[in-house]
């Protein structure tokens, strides 16, 4: 049966259900070559799910991002913002039409949803004590990403410069999380790159928006940061899988640098200026080591080197 068929509306049943429903947001900008097969994996990836919508903001692309999520049957609601509101901007945009007893699903345009994924999400979510839920993220190969992170500490970049990010993962000291225990079984985590993040109701009350001052990256790890500071888990889910194609931001001059502006800007948000002088530091000399590997290290030390990372407070929600 097709999923669509088995659409009910949105909000809680209490004749059957608790569960009042979840609302997929996809935030696209120049998305068209990988927008259709997104869309495409909606169907299975809500088997098993009735009560749900689908929310598509575009951010002014240039290309048929919009035309191509107008004309396909899995009959998305499509909103454009008119201008680049970056990725917590179009989130921001979609859940101000979402009802508040409703989930929410973030996902990438370039991601693939795996038959069931959404009801095993949504699953976790019903435990009150969880706030973010992040599915197993797999490669185009198949292989399961790395895609768990600890939260950032002048331990974990001075590991990832001087060992690099594979061995100080192995090691357990880096940023990213390697444990193969855990990407089998699942369970607690700091945070998880935001390709596919589920977003409980609670949570959605309790913490308020995405911080749009971030733009593009370090934006998930603000906002989980912000659920396990209200006293809610972040959860990393095994048995939902997605299949995920980006992540090639280190081929990426821009975007390489300006993740790194906002890793010094989240640091320093919730340290001293001293501890991020030293974090920063060690970005410049993990960097400056591995500059000749592509222009994405050499704009990730430019970015260290001069970027601003002033003292800075979260908006008012």
């Avoid at 598509?56 to 454009?80: F, Y």
């Avoid at 007893?101 to 994924?117: F, K, S």
Wanted: net charge negative.
């Amino acid at each position: 049966m097709d999923a669509m068929s088995k659409k009910v509306p949105l909000g809680a049943d209490p004749c059957f259900s608790t569960f009042a429903g979840i609302a997929l947001v996809v935030v696209t900008y120049n998305s068209a070559q990988v927008l259709p097969g997104m869309l495409d994996s909606l169907a299975s990836g809500l088997e098993g799910t009735d009560r749900y919508e689908i929310i598509i903001v575009d951010n002014a692309s240039h290309d048929d991002s919009v035309a191509l999520a107008q004309a396909h049957p899995i009959g998305a609601t499509v909103i454009e913002t008119g201008k680049n509101a970056g990725y917590a901007g179009g989130i921001n945009v979609a859940v101000a039409t979402i009802a508040p007893e409703i989930d929410v699903l973030v996902l990438n345009p370039d991601i693939r949803l795996q038959a069931g994924c959404v009801r095993a999400l949504s699953r976790r979510l019903s435990d009150d004590a969880i706030g973010v839920v992040a599915p197993k993220l797999l490669n185009d190969d198949g292989t399961v990403a790395h895609s768990v992170r600890r939260e950032p500490s002048l331990l974990t970049i001075w590991s990832d410069a001087l060992l690099g990010t594979k061995l100080a993962a192995k090691l357990g000291l880096g940023e990213i999380v390697a444990s193969p225990d855990l990407y089998r079984r699942g369970g607690a985590v700091d945070w998880a790159t935001g390709a596919a993040l589920a977003i409980s109701a609670k949570a959605r009350k309790t913490v308020g928006s995405w911080d749009e001052t971030f733009f593009l990256y370090s934006e998930e790890v603000d906002y989980m940061e912000r659920v396990r500071s209200a006293g809610m888990e972040v959860a990393y889910v095994a048995d939902a899988c997605v299949a995920h194609s980006g992540g090639e931001y280190h081929q990426n001059a821009y975007l390489s640098g300006l993740m790194t502006s906002n890793r010094i800007r989240y640091f320093r948000r919730h340290h001293s200026a001293f501890a991020t002088l030293f974090f920063r530091l060690g970005i410049i000399v993990g960097e400056t080591m591995r500059m000749t590997l592509g222009p994405g290290h050499r704009a990730a030390l430019y970015a260290a080197l001069f970027s601003a990372a002033g003292p800075q407070s979260a908006p008012a929600r």
